[in-house]
Each structure stands twice: as C-alpha cells, then as structure tokens.
C-alpha cells in the first residue's frame, strides 16, 4: 500500500511539501498540487482520516446545520457547501435541525465528538439566551448563515431581509393593491422580523395602514400557510394581494387558492420571497424575490476555510447581499385601480 512517502518521491516534491499539497494546511503553488494529485492517482495513495485527525485534534469534517433538507431551498445551499467542501479537501456532514433548539443541540454534541473541522449553522433562534446556550457548545470556527445569533461574536453571512420583502411590497403597491396580506414566519426568528419589517416600512412610506387582519400566521410551515390563505379568502373583506416570506408557505397558498377554486393573478396576486427551479412552469409563472443562494453559500464556505487555516480571525462581521425581484405572471393590477 502506498504512503505519503511514495506519494512524495513520486510527484518530485518533499514529504512535508507532499502532505501540505493534500491537506491544504499551508501555502503550496497550482502546479505541485496537480503534481501530488496526479502521484496520488496513480499509486491508488488513500489518506488515513483516522490518523490525521488524532494527530491534529479535528478532523476533515465540515458540519453544516439547516432547518429541513426537504426544502429545496436548503438542499440547494447544502449542495453548494459540500462541492466547495469537495474541492479544498473537505467532507460536509449535513443535519436537519427541524428548527428545534434542543435538536440542534443534540447534534452539535455529536458533531463534537466528531471532531468536526467547522460549522455553518443556520440557527433555531436568534436571542441572546439561545446565544449564551450556544457559546457553550461550539469549540470550532463558525460561520452563521441566513441569520444572526444575539451576543455571537461570529461571521454572518445572510440576505438583507428588510430589502427582500420591501421591494415585493412596493411592487404590490405600485399595482394598485390596499389590501395586501403577508404569510409571516416564526415570531421570534430576526430573519421573520426583519421581512415583516420590510413589508411595514412599505406601507409606511406609501402612508398606507396595515390591517392587523392581513398579518397571516405561517411559520414558515406549508399547511399552517395554507390554512391562514384560505381562511383570509374567505372572508367578508379578502385581500387582493398577497406577499409570501418564504418558499414553503407560498406553496402552501398555492395549495389554498386551488382547493378554493381561485387561482393567481386573477382572484390574488403573489409575490414570494425565495425562487423555484420550477417557478416559471407554474400557470401562470411565479412572481418572486430572488435569494442569491450560490454567492452567499459560497462565501459562508469561503470563510469557515479562511478560519479553519487561520488566515481570518473570527468576528461580529456581517457580510449582506443583496435580493433581486423577478417578475413573472402571478401579480397584476388591482381591481378598480386605474393602473
């Protein structure tokens, strides 16, 4: 069986040059790493993980933690992370928290006697006890996506959420629309009180009033969502526009307009706050605030890497990006509006 020795002698380079080539734990040009590369292939050389992590204190392991891979939202940012993963030399290991802090818990325990290399978590809460809680549990460099933690002095990498759901609302407006309700999502998370904030400045500025009867309860849940749009339907006074803040809960409205024999844009236009491979097969094609998921996962990834190698120190920082609202078929003009 080949060593690290034979890769060495075989790629011309030195064993210490050889092994920082594979591991990626310190400066070495393109071209000795193809170098190695190629040795490796051709021996069939095989790291011991095993090894390496015990003499290292961690292992190759980069632990990511979503709220449900079911969605296909945080599928795609799983799949993202695991090929930058991939390609430095990293394994991802991906859990479902099932936005349960006491889930998350569990598995970051397990992810410690993992030796994990690092985390991305998308976290359950956004408090500062849930941030205390979480102090104590995390002993690697830590990269927050999609949502702050309040007292973690750790990256953050997420969406400008008051954007998000300002720009769908302003569009609604612009059309015509008084009576807009909003699926909102789990009170206590920043990242639903940031799009509820978003959806309030609009109709602010636009000297609109907000009828507390159109703040739809969804909790990023597809047949809470459901529910609360057919209940709003149905009633004396339905809103003639709807914003949605995420991709599960529009569904989930999708779902109510059909079993009530409604459909959009004609009885109810819809913006959603997140995209869909399949958005524009819809009838008609959906409506919706575009998330850039592929910059910000890499960028989380990215800098998890700069920590694990000691190239970054950890802070407070927040790195924000920008959404983009993409118009399809699902709004139109209010009626009697004039527009």
């Known amino acids: ?74 599928a795609a940012v799983s799949k993202i992370i695991e090929n930058v993963c991939l390609n430095a030399g990293y394994l991802s290991m991906v859990f479902s928290s099932g936005q349960d802090s006491e889930r998350e818990s569990h598995i970051l325990r397990m992810l410690r006697q993992q030796r994990v290399a690092g985390l991305i978590i998308i976290p359950t809460r956004s408090d500062a006890e849930h941030g205390e809680r979480l102090k104590g549990e995390i002993h690697v460099p830590t990269v927050l996506l999609d949502m702050y933690v309040e007292g973690l002095a750790y990256n953050v990498v997420k969406l400008d959420n008051v954007a998000a759901t300002r720009m769908a609302t302003d569009h609604l407006i ?68 709807l914003l949605s803040i995420s991709n599960m809960m529009t569904l989930g409205a999708l779902h109510a307009l059909h079993d ?58 927040t790195d924000l990006f920008l959404p983009e609202l993409v118009l399809r078929g699902s709004t139109t003009t209010a009626p009697g509006s004039g527009n």
Not at 190 to 210: I, M, Q
Not at 268 to 293: H, K, M, N, Q, T
Request: proline content about 7%; overall charge neutral; hydrophobic content about 45%.
């Open 1 to 74: 069986m080949a060593t690290i020795r034979d890769v060495a002698r075989h790629a011309g380079v030195a064993i210490s040059t050889a092994s920082a080539a594979l591991n990626r734990s310190a400066p070495v040009s393109a071209d000795v790493i193809a170098k190695v590369e190629v040795a490796v292939r051709e021996l069939g050389y095989v790291p011991h993980g095993g090894a390496q992590s015990l003499r290292s204190g961690q292992s190759r392991l980069i632990g990511l933690i979503v709220p449900s891979i079911t969605n296909p939202h945080f």
């Open 174 to 241: 612009s059309l015509g629309h008084r009576r807009i309700a909003v699926l909102t999502g789990i009170a206590e998370l920043a990242t639903s009180k940031d799009r509820l904030a978003g959806y309030l400045e609009a109709h602010r500025d636009a000297g609109l009033a907000v009828d507390p009867g159109l703040l739809l309860k969804g909790d990023y849940d597809q047949s809470l969502a459901a529910d609360s749009v057919s209940a709003v339907m149905r009633s004396p006074e339905p809103p003639t526009a």
């Open 260 to 317: 009530l024999g409604l459909s959009a844009p004609r009885d109810l236009s819809i913006v959603g706050v997140d995209d869909f491979d399949f958005a524009e097969l819809l009838a008609p094609p959906l409506s919706v605030v575009r998330v850039p998921l592929a910059p910000m996962a890499e960028r989380a990834i990215a800098i998890m890497l700069d920590l694990i190698a000691g190239r970054r120190r950890p802070s407070s920082q």
